[in-house]
Nanobody
Framework: VQLQASGGGLVQAGGSLRLSCAAA????????MGWFRQAPGKEREFVAAISWSGGHTYYADSVKGRFTISRDNAKNMVYLQMNSLKPEDTAVYYC???????????????????WGQGTEVTVSS
């Protein structure tokens, strides 16, 4: 499977963006999916995850209440709606596919085995 993230851009603090991740491959709906981000000079960190069915979601404390992860298995798409953006949300955002054993609450990089190329989000103050 291949993942293609899009939707990043420049936005002012307090604004919103919606990231999309398109998955190519027939087994997309069998796996948990996640979003991670990497700010300049920092390690990649977990943002949000969603179960294969979309019925369960899990968020990093730093984005809880502001970001929403969702998926449309019929379209092989995963989304990250980002509201009330802050300058500290500036990063390259990556979507990732879990392994068959990955839980919907997985927040470790090692629990995901397929990664997209990333889309850059810049939040100005």
């Amino acid at each position: 499977v291949q993942l293609q993230a899009s939707g990043g851009g420049l936005v002012q603090a307090g604004g919103s963006l919606r990231l999309s991740c398109a998955a190519a491959g027939r087994t997309f709906s069998n796996y948990a999916m996640g979003w991670f981000r990497q700010a300049p000079g920092k390690e990649r960190e977990f943002v949000a995850a969603i179960s294969w069915s979309g019925g369960h979601t899990y968020y990093a404390d730093s984005v809880k209440g502001r970001f929403t992860i969702s998926r449309d298995n019929a379209k092989n798409m995963v989304y990250l709606q980002m509201n009330s953006l802050k300058p500290e949300d500036t990063a390259v955002y990556y979507c990732a596919r879990g392994t068959i054993a990955t839980r919907w609450s997985a927040d470790g990089l090692w629990e995901y085995d397929v990664w997209g190329q990333g889309t850059e989000v810049t939040v100005s103050s």
